[in-house]
């Protein structure tokens, strides 16, 4: 990589600095990431809410270790492992059929499609993040469906109930669930507009999936007919999973990729799978971000900060009053080595220990103090909120607002 470009074709979703430039990481154990200066990060990011058990955690470095050698497993057929890891998906999340894939992007779009194919219906009715790939791209106009059949509903309930009005175009509503932004009274609305339609519900819970709880963070709220998991799996490792009933799902027989075997992604998913299935890690990450949350709260108080946080411990987002606010505070956490994931959501990870969250408290405070330029400003409001929450979720967050209001924001944040 030189100073301005790098021969990496894509432009990858990382740490970067002020000029958007990658910062380069060597190492990392734990809740820390060590830049190539031998800056010493604590890691907010986790590669995007990943990381669930903290950077090279012992057990996962064992297992993956061990079939890395050869001992367990091979690329070239199935193995003991796919079987493992199949019951253990389909004994957490549910599900007559399982299918494995290397991303969420790849698991998303296979998900939609295999309904869409089983339904014989062409719209794909969606909301929130589903991954790079195009066809999720929303068209020019809201409630037109773009050239690949996707409608965007932006998570605004009511567009997704004139949009159901014709349902038998539709084969499933797609929904990344967001538990910062929409509150539960929200799902259970979805689960019934779904419902009555008799529509096919798909829960896109590759970011939330095993992370909230040992299973879907929507089961009991949102039922949903297939899901997707993928971050909570593997401890970072490329692996994602579709599942659910097998007459929807017989499309992904077709399904096939080279690397389906590989032994260490495998060995990773089995290792991570049974130690969420236990709940301790995400009792354990959702206990450190409460408590840093917790302080953080206080410290912009203190400071008469107007930055507001969204959230809980498991995922939180800072919601700055201002832009110019907010690219000060990101700045001041880089100087600190608080390696947040700059206007997105902050995932800890279960290697945040005591002497970490006081690190972590610590480096806060001194962000805090950098900002005193900012004390006593104006408070947080709707704009920003609405602001932020898209940011995170490419939709509209929950808030009582008539259609007027709802074409006008979308209108402002699709524009921006
Ligand atoms: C809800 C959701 N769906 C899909 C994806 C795409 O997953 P991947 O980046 O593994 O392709 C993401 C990635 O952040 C996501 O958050």
């Keep these: 990589m030189t100073e301005n470009s790098s021969l990496l074709a ?25 830049d190539k200066s031998g800056f010493c990060w604590i890691d907010f990011d986790n590669a995007r809410g990943s990381i669930v058990l903290g950077h090279g955690d012992p057990r996962v470095v064992e297992a993956v270790g061990r079939a890395a050698t050869g001992a367990d497993g091979t690329a070239t057929g199935w193995s003991p492992r796919v079987d493992a890891v199949l019951e253990r998906l389909h004994a957490l999340c549910g599900g007559e059929v399982v299918g494995l894939f290397r991303s969420g992007t790849a698991a998303v779009r296979a998900a939609g499609l295999a309904v869409r194919e089983a339904t014989g219906r062409p719209l794909l009715v969606s909301a929130g993040y589903h991954g790079y790939d195009p066809m999720w791209y929303p068209s020019d106009a809201p409630l037109v469906p773009n050239a690949d059949g996707v409608v965007d509903f932006f998570f605004d309930l009511g567009l997704l109930a004139e949009l159901l009005a014709a349902p038998e175009r539709v084969a499933a509503v797609v929904v990344s669930p967001d538990h910062m932004h929409l509150s539960a009274a929200w799902y259970r609305e979805l689960r019934q507009l779904c419902s009555a339609a008799g529509v096919v519900l798909i829960a896109d819970e590759v970011k939330v999936g095993l992370r909230y709880s040992p299973g879907l963070s929507t089961a009991e709220l949102l039922n949903p007919d297939v899901w997707v998991v993928a971050k909570g799996m593997a401890n970072g490792h490329a692996v994602s999973a579709v599942g659910g009933p097998r007459a929807l799902l017989r499309p992904l027989k077709e399904v096939s990729f080279t690397s389906f075997f590989e032994p260490t992604i495998l060995a990773a998913a089995d290792a991570v799978l049974s130690r969420v299935a236990t709940g301790e890690p995400q009792r354990a990450l959702r206990e450190a971000g409460d408590r840093f949350l917790c302080h953080a709260r206080k410290a912009l108080q203190d400071a008469a900060l107007p930055v ?22 990101y700045a001041a956490a880089n100087t600190e080595g608080l390696l947040f ?10 290697a945040f220990d005591d002497a970490v969250l ?19 400003g104006e408070p947080v409001d709707e704009a920003a909120r609405y602001r932020v929450a898209w940011n995170v979720m490419d939709g509209l967050r929950e808030a009582e607002r008539d259609r007027a209001a709802t074409d006008g924001m979308l209108a402002r944040l699709l524009d921006d």
Excluded: K, M, W
Excluded at 308 to 329: H, K, M, N, R
Excluded at 341 to 350: F, H, K, L, P
């Design 10 to 34: 894509e432009f990858p979703t990382c740490p970067r600095d002020v000029q958007d430039r990658p910062r380069v990481f060597t190492s990392a154990s734990g809740a820390y990431v060590t």
């Design 308 to 329: 507001e946080i969204a959230g809980d411990g498991t995922f939180f987002q800072f919601v700055p009053a201002s832009e110019e606010l907010e690219y000060a505070f």
């Design 341 to 350: 994931y700059a206007g997105d959501n902050q995932g800890v990870s279960a």
């Design 358 to 376: 006081t690190d972590a408290e610590q480096r806060f405070t001194r962000v805090c103090d950098r900002l005193s330029a900012y004390a006593g």
